[in-house]
Nanobody, 126 residues
């Protein structure tokens, strides 16, 4: 059973940076796509960044060049570095995992992810 626990959410001003961390347990054996989704009030959950079992990464166009995802080889954590934050980045950020080595087409397919954390709030003020 994969368990995900996020941390690092905070309130920051526009232009600031944050580092979100997700502690992962139960995924060291097997192949998993890991990543981050976010959901703002009244909006659908959207994919932010994913990293495949062998390190390939995918980013939503809105965060490419501002956010960076990383993980350790043992799949015990997956981090998301957020920079140049804008109020549009305000949302609850969720760590997610799905079985299988590839994250291909995962950003637009959150139902395919069977494991979720509880979420961490990021609030960006103008």
């Amino acid at each position: 059973q994969v368990r995900l626990v996020e941390s690092g959410g905070d309130s920051v001003q526009a232009g600031g940076s944050l580092r979100l961390s997700c502690a992962v347990s139960g995924a060291s054996y097997g192949e998993y796509c890991l990543g981050w989704f976010r959901q703002a009030p009244g909006k659908e959950r959207e994919g932010v960044a994913l990293i495949g079992n062998y390190g390939e990464v995918y980013y939503a166009p809105s965060v490419k060049d501002r956010f960076a995802i990383s993980k350790d080889s043992a799949k015990t954590f997956v981090n998301l570095q957020l920079s140049s934050l804008t109020p549009q980045d305000t949302a609850t950020y969720y760590c997610a995992a799905r079985s299988g080595p590839s994250c291909y087409k995962g950003l637009g397919n959150f139902p395919s992810f069977g494991y979720w954390g509880q979420g961490t709030q990021v609030t960006v003020s103008a």
